[in-house]
């Protein structure tokens, strides 16, 4: 009997896991095609970034309310229809000629990765005995990583010898393979306490995140009336969303968990963490394959760095946390980004490729550190019954992160682009990769700020936690 549990409960987080290995790869893989995205459909930076970052806002509009979703009717049932929808949003994108229909597809695939991210972590915590919870936890950390890693270099491979179609193509079996082997493998259990959907909530947060992320990305091009107003529209229904929650009985987001201050500051750090991770990741490709003019190839073995020092020194970060708290190396950790990014601002025409590495392993070292500790923090800030709702806020700051730091990382780009040639610029200006490397410093200086925020930040809690350390120490002695 106990030898059956073991297979089973190990056969669901493999399941799980292919899942969010899919879903990661895809994210990291669409990076590094955008430059040849952006020449095979004739569409500007400006344009082909909606690849990049629709997938990104339909995610985080959604995954509250995939989460609550699962929380009614059942994790596996919303995870597999996850799975479904990313599979087909998978297929749609790569037979899409037009980038109006990629845009679309991109967003079914946003659907399909919310609901599926949204109760990932919620099966495995079902699964697994509190003792090994966190080893398994522990598992989908790494596939993310690894997802990460692989996106780049296999893009790049695919790139070299075959059209951009095919980085999408690779999905359908994969998905294919999850689906079938979770009708096997997963447990559909009934909700004990199904609820029911705040619907109010729902739909004001979704057309707030909508409104506002949308007019956000559109303000690169030029402000306007329609984009003022849609910013307006989205601050509009994200106060009502406010106070809608406040008085449900059952809200889709209890607004009290963040008077934790704890929970709430280690959100916050999450958020600058992953705004850089987001900016980075789609200004590089172009610095790389346009500034440069290396092949997709090489830029995604490049873009490969980052995710592949996370893989490998995550562990270790979780292992110190274990050893010496998680306040030391998270703090550590954001100071390393920080100083990887003002390294940044250093790229050149010339700089080398050793240089290059050396740049984005200081930004690998600094995630590493931080990443792993900082979900221990924010998982251990509040009670048992709300791992499932934080968990969901996790993915929510992580992809919301990443999605500002798209907007305003390209926004920034072209405003100092076109500073300095002097007309309005929302594309890669061929022969002139001094344009381009003046927007890219300006960028990279506002990332170093935005995570020394989060830095300084750190290092406040990290001196509060020692003293209340020394204060029980002291009434021990006493």
Known sequence: MSKNRTYGKWSILFTVLIMTFMVTLD??????????????????MGDIEWVAS???????????IFGRLGDMIGKVRIFQIGVILFTIGSLLCSISGTLPLLIGARVVQGLGSAAALANNQGIITESFPPDERGKALGFVSTFVALGSMTGPTLGGM???????????????????????????TLPNKKPAKPGRLDAKGSVLLLLSILLLFGSFTLLQNGVSLPIIIGIIAGAVFLVLFIMVEKRMDDPLVPIGIFKNKMFSLNLFTMLTAFVAIGANNIIMPFYLQDARQFSPGMAGLLMTVIPLITAVMGPISGTMSDHIGSELPTMIGLI???????????????????????????IAVGSALFQSPNNSLVMGSVSRDELGLVGSLAGLVRNMGMSVGITAGTSLLYSRMSDMAGYRVTNYIPGQPDVFLYGLRSVYIMLAVVVFVGALLTIIRFVYARKQERKQVAQQEK
């Open 27 to 44: 994210g990291s893989i669409v990076n590094v095609a955008l430059p040849v995205m952006s020449g095979e459909l004739n569409a500007g």
């Open 54 to 64: 629709i997938y990104l806002v339909v995610t985080c509009a959604t995954i509250l």
């Open 158 to 184: 695919i790139l070299t010898v075959l059209p951009w179609t095919y980085i999408f193509l690779i999905n359908i079996p994969v998905g294919v393979l999850s689906f079938l082997i979770g009708l096997r």
């Open 336 to 362: 390393f980004t920080t100083v990887g990014l003002a390294l940044m601002t250093m790229l050149g025409i010339d700089t080398t490729i050793a240089v290059i590495i050396l740049f984005l392993a200081v």
